[in-house]
């Protein structure tokens, strides 16, 4: 069955510091990915989605992430964190046969500390 | 923000009783899906619908029934509530199912079984 792994499970950064979470996924076909963040309290947003082309991909807040096909990965990044960020970020993987179901990773919980 | 709204947002029941949480959504999407949110875990797909009265299993379907009359709601049931089914409960919708299926997240309901 296709998985999707999220290594860090909780990340705690200073103000300023640059952010770079890793998502790696097992599938060998086409795969769509996703970003989502939930911050506290409150329903999932999508920060940011790779369907095809350019494999960097730029979202929201300053997000960034990028597609690497021979490593299976799609590493969520960001220069500089603000307090702000603080939330749990989920990568998500649709693969492309059957019915698409979105894949979610166990989820990073990321504590940005002013 | 997408307009799915769940309800109740908060629930606690004892272990045995039936129950009924609700999404409602507002943007005529054809595709419904819910979730459950657990530490460690991500979010897991419990059932989803690909249609008025289509609905079909999730990978963490058991203890759980689903219904979709009408294409604006989506009900998941616990036709016996265990403790092991304490969660957050995500309601989603998406346009499509294919590769560029985009799912938009409800609110959430947190349900306690004691």
């Known amino acids: 069955a296709q998985s999707v792994s999220q290594h860090n499970h909780h990340v705690i950064l200073s103000e300023a510091a640059s952010l770079e979470l890793g998502c790696n996924y097992s599938?060998?076909?086409?795969?769509?990915l996703f970003w989502y963040v939930q911050y506290p309290g409150q329903h999932l947003q999508l920060l940011l989605k790779?369907?095809?082309?350019?494999?960097l991909v730029k979202g929201i807040k300053g997000f960034e992430a990028e597609f690497i096909k021979s490593k299976f990965s799609f590493n969520l990044r960001k220069p500089s964190v603000q307090w702000s960020d603080t939330a749990e970020y989920f990568c998500?993987?649709?693969?492309?046969?059957?019915?698409?179901?979105?894949?979610f990773g166990t989820g990073t919980r990321l504590l940005v500390s002013p | 923000d997408a307009g799915i709204t769940q309800s109740p947002r908060h629930k606690v029941t004892e272990t045995g009783t039936p129950v009924t949480l609700r999404c409602h959504q507002t943007?005529?999407?054809?595709?419904m899906y819910w979730y459950r949110q657990d530490p460690g875990h991500g979010l897991r797909l419990i059932h989803y619908?690909?249609?008025?009265?289509?609905?079909d299993k999730g990978e963490v379907s058991d203890g759980y029934s689903v219904s979709r009359s009408k294409t604006e709601d989506f009900l998941l049931t616990l036709e016996s509530a265990t403790s092991s089914q304490t969660s957050v409960y995500f309601c989603?919708?998406?346009?499509?199912?294919?590769?560029?299926?985009?799912?938009?997240f409800g609110p959430g309901t947190r349900l306690t079984v004691l």
């Open positions: 998500a993987v649709i693969v492309n046969t059957g019915f698409q179901k979105l894949v």
């Open positions: 989603a919708i998406s346009q499509t199912s294919g590769a560029y299926n985009e799912q938009f």
């Open positions: 599938y060998g076909g086409t795969v769509n």
């Open positions: 943007e005529n999407h054809r595709y």
């Open positions: 790779y369907f095809s082309g350019d494999p």
């Open positions: 619908s690909y249609g008025v009265k289509d609905t």
